[in-house]
């Protein structure tokens, strides 16, 4: 089983940065593709951001110019650097990862991020 634990989530001003770390167990890591999502309050859990095994990424709409996935192969570790921060990113973050198609059903417990003044 795939154990992923998110941190680095907190309170923030908007306009305000926080980076999130996701760290994974097992040996999957760097054949996977690993993706950031997020789930506001009586909101679907949302997609943000991608990155491949190969380093291409991929954002949603509602964040790109704004927020940067990247990844540690050696660390087993997926980031999400986000600036400019706006109310509406207020949200629980996940990471997950994906083999070819199939996204894993397993979910960490998550980093909450609140953008408030």
């Known amino acids: 089983q795939v154990q992923l634990v998110e941190s680095g989530g907190g309170l923030v001003q908007p306009g305000g940065s926080l980076r999130l770390s996701c760290a994974a167990s097992?040996?999957?890591?760097?054949?996977?593709?690993l993706g950031w999502y997020r789930q506001a309050p009586g909101k679907q859990r949302e997609l943000v951001a991608l990155?491949?095994?190969?380093?291409?990424?991929n954002y949603a709409d509602s964040v790109k110019g704004r927020f940067t996935i990247s990844r540690d192969n050696a660390k087993n570790t997926v980031y999400l650097q986000m600036n400019s921060l706006k109310p509406e990113d207020t949200a629980v973050y996940f990471c997950?990862?994906?083999?070819?198609?199939?996204?894993?059903?397993?979910w960490g417990q998550g980093t909450q991020v609140t953008v408030s003044s």
């Open positions: 997950n990862r994906k083999i070819g198609s199939i996204w894993s059903p397993y």
């Open positions: 097992g040996s999957f890591f760097s054949i996977a593709s």
């Open positions: 990155i491949t095994r190969d380093g291409g990424t």
